[in-house]
């Protein structure tokens, strides 16, 4: 099988209503599908959405002369910049397309967010079977404003990963 280009594979999604099988890392196609796509709508450049090094456990034996150190708890990081949409009247919370900002702009709130970086187009629905390579409940940030405040309107969301799935297939729905 041939490599796949990353740019423009990656389908992030927001699902403000918790999956049922949620508490096994159970997500379904249908489940998926119904959340809130945020792929065209949060900025590549800054995208953060994956884990990062685990807690170290410093526990060696007497003998060994070196750090050799255990792997404990895992880390995520999440963290996006949301572009923003307006209608004609300058109004925002109806406008097509800011629906995701809509999702992520109270502090506070609990999302279940899932990204698939697979060969498929980001605009491809999920489908049963999908990789998914991260599933995560978390927890929005007051958003704030990008530190360049050229180009588009766009607010920065960091997130706090609560529990996390890695690795999982989106099974088939209802």
Known sequence: MPRSLADGHT????????????????ITDTEFNAGVDASCNVMS???????????????KALCVTNNANSLGAGNYTAGATFFRY???TGASATAEGDDSFQ??????????????????????????????????????????PPSDQGGYIKWRVPMEVQTAFDNVVLAAGA
């Open 86 to 88: 307006f209608d004609d």
């Open 45 to 59: 450049s800054d995208f953060a959405f994956g884990a990062t090094d685990s807690d170290k456990v410093a526990e």
């Open 11 to 26: 389908k992030f999604v927001l699902m403000t209503i918790k999956p049922a099988g949620w508490d096994t890392g159970v």
């Open 103 to 144: 999702a992520v702009k109270e502090k506070g709130t609990t999302l279940y967010a899932a990204a698939r970086k697979t060969s498929k187009l980001s605009t491809a629905p999920g489908e049963a079977g999908d990789e998914i390579y991260l599933a995560a409940e978390i927890l929005t940030d007051t958003p704030q």
